[in-house]
């Protein structure tokens, strides 16, 4: 893909990345097919990292939604990245101008809200034409390239890295609980060799918490791994702690074994469980099915 078609599919979204806008973009790179879509997206995360070495976190930035008397602020984090994509929707003349002069940033009031959705935009389009979920975090969300090509894994080594989001908040018990699982498997030796088997460099997990049906997939892409899953967030319900933190280790079991046999590799070491970690007893069990008939039943009420 060149640099022309790049940017003539971003004049698709007219200026704004929103959930009105993107979903043109996602039917064109659909229509592209799949080496396209990976193409562009190889592009976009390229404008992404330009822009992120710019640094426009010291600049006052001002966002259309802000009030009118709101003075304008520099951005940090989920922000900063999103003011990023907003500039590469604007189209490539404003990409362009900010490039060569950062401080004009702060000469426009950006919509940058929803503009994230521009990496969604492309993951969507991926998984309609391959029926695969994108593999890895969504273009222009990285984790840290790794600083050698090889699978050996040392104990500073970051091979294992972990990414949970959702459509509401995660509780915080189960997201302390998978941290806390996965650092403690980052240093273990046995976790360290088993991984040393694989071709690959790292493996990065995502999982993703919300009402849209489950699925789990493990892929590779330029020399590493991407394990995906999608839960619905209804498994929280009716949890105290300590159950939080059991499923969240069991959880990562499941990922563990789809793993393993998906990049044939030995059977994984025992989950590590958190110390608060306490398994849900039947009569928990039962009352959290219970729970959930009655959500049903008032639900499908007229």
Known sequence: MTEEEFWSLIDLLGGVANQRTTSALTEALTREGKARTEEFADILTEKLQRLESE?????????????????????????????????????????????????????????????????????????????????GPPPGFHVDEPETSTATVTADFPWLSLALHGDNDIPVAYFDAAGTVVELMRSDSQWRTWWSRAEQSDLAIEIEYGSRTERNSVTTRKGRAWASFRRNEARFRGLNKGALAYLAATDLEEVFTLVSTSLSLPTPPQVPRPAQATPPTRRTEAARARLEELRQRRHKRP
Request: net charge negative; glycine share 6%; aromatic share 8%.
């Open 55 to 135: 640094s426009l976190s010291g600049i006052p930035t001002r966002d259309v939604n802000d009030p009118s008397d709101a003075p304008p602020l520099p951005l940090v984090g989920d922000a900063l990245i999103s003011l990023h994509f907003a500039v590469v929707a604007a189209g490539k003349s404003r990409f362009h101008q900010i490039q060569e002069h950062p401080d004009r940033v702060a000469d426009w009031a950006w919509d940058f809200s929803e503009s994230d959705g521009l990496a969604d935009a492309v993951s969507m389009a991926y998984e309609n034409t391959t029926g695969q979920p994108w593999p």
